[in-house]
């Protein structure tokens, strides 16, 4: 199965860059997974709607350019379905089975994700009603994934 987490923003800090790496290198086992950063548009806070939505949709044309048509994408958002962790585990095994091979979760910047991304979603997750910055909802992620596989082989997680 191959993997795309394509976020919006930099990483920074390191201490969840190292995180991020530790998950990186455990799922090497289960998937290929790449990680595509592509850049956020300034956003201060005195925008008016109509330039924050400006914003959210060249965000999002830089998403959509990722993502070829055969891909499964799933959009994170706060508005999103809420899942159990095997419930998730569940979505990924059902999509290998139907040949779904590649799999991208969208992650967006500090103003969210455009309709357009939100319309090419196949699929939404949301892990809250809780807002998250971008760069630890990666490691969030990561962390699911890795557990969803570690479900799926009948393996020892932490409960
Ligand atoms: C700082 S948040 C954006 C908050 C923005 N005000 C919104 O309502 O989407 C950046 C990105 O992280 C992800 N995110 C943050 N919290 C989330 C949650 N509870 N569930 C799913 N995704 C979340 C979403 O992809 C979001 O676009």
Do not use: W
Request: aromatic share 6%.
């Amino acid at each position: 199965m191959n993997i795309s987490i394509i976020s919006i923003g930099k990483l920074k800090e390191k201490y969840l860059k190292q995180g991020i790496d530790e998950y990186l290198k455990r799922l090497s086992s289960y998937a290929k997974v790449e990680i595509v950063e592509l850049p956020d548009e300034k956003a201060p806070e005195n925008l008016s709607d109509a330039e924050m939505l400006m914003v959210k949709e060249k965000e999002g044309i830089r998403i959509l350019e990722k993502i070829s048509e055969d891909t499964h994408v799933i959009a994170l958002a706060i508005e999103g379905k809420m899942k159990s962790s095997e419930e998730l585990a569940k979505d990924l095994d059902r999509l290998a089975t139907y040949g779904k091979s590649k799999i991208a979760f969208i992650i967006g910047g500090s103003l969210g994700l455009s309709k357009d991304v939100m319309n090419r979603a196949n699929d939404t997750l949301s892990f809250s009603k809780m807002t998250f910055p971008h760069q630890l909802m990666r490691l969030i992620l990561l962390e699911q994934v890795y557990r969803a596989f570690r479900i799926n082989r009948n393996e020892p997680y932490h409960k």
